[in-house]
């Protein structure tokens, strides 16, 4: 399977801070990126979805001024959550999905993830 | 009703048997349907996608989708200890966007 990377793996920050996680597609050009948030024993909950090159798509609910996402390139996309509060801690995964013209153009692939605790 | 539906569990099954997940969707208009394995503490992992009607087979895995009753499952086959995991079934229609299960939990008992 694609290989994605996350950058940090866990963090631990102070409240009203904020903190970037970076994501990349290693062996593939991803078009689109989703960024998910997922709490203790929860499902996995979309928070928005980043095309390259355009502005992201936030899920209702979602406070796109706090959570700033950037797809600058085909292979990277960064989270932002600014002024983090305690109620930030969670662990946010992203998940890359593989440009058209590949054998399976809707294979998502999902980042290792990020583990942030806001003190 | 959610739009992707899977019975939580905990599925619990010996060892070397078959455990049996399923899902049912909403959306009738959707295109592709898969499978993640999710290890506690860790992220999901691709194991299966399945796009028609029918059978996949994949090692001991086999993905079986019916669009007529909206309904996929997966079938683990020979089932070992490492496979005990969350799984989630995702399903993706024209936008592009996978709508994920909230997951079942299985334990294979040595």
């Known amino acids: 399977g694609a290989v994605v990377s996350q950058h940090p793996s866990r963090v631990i920050c102070k409240s009203g801070t904020s903190v970037k996680i970076e994501c990349r597609s290693l062996?593939?050009?991803?078009?689109?990126m989703f960024w998910y948030r997922q709490f203790p024993k929860q499902s996995l909950m979309l928070m928005a979805t980043s095309n390259e090159g355009s502005k992201a798509t936030y899920e209702q609910g979602v406070e796109k001024d706090k959570f700033l996402i950037n797809h600058a390139s085909l292979t990277l996309s960064t989270l932002t959550v600014t002024s983090a509060h305690p109620e930030d801690s969670s662990f946010y995964i992203c998940?890359?999905?593989?440009?058209?013209?590949?054998?399976?153009?809707?294979?998502?692939?999902f980042g290792p993830g990020t583990r942030l605790t806001v003190t | 009703q959610k739009e992707v539906e899977q019975n939580s569990g905990p599925l619990s099954v010996p060892e070397g048997a078959i455990a049996s997940l399923n899902c049912t969707y909403s959306d009738r208009g959707s295109q592709s349907f898969f499978w993640y394995r999710q290890y506690s503490g860790k992220s999901p992992e691709l194991i299966m996608f399945i796009y028609s009607n029918g059978d996949k087979e994949d090692g001991r895995f086999t993905a079986q989708l019916n669009k007529a009753s909206q309904y996929v499952s997966l079938l683990i086959r020979d089932s070992q200890p490492s496979d005990s995991a969350t799984y989630l079934c995702?399903?993706?229609?024209?936008?592009?966007?996978?709508?994920f299960g909230d997951g079942t939990t299985l334990t294979v008992k040595p």
């Open positions: 062996d593939f050009q991803a078009t689109t």
């Open positions: 998940s890359a999905q593989r440009s058209l013209g590949l054998a399976n153009p809707h294979e998502q692939y």
């Open positions: 995702a399903v993706k229609g024209d936008a592009g966007k996978s709508t």
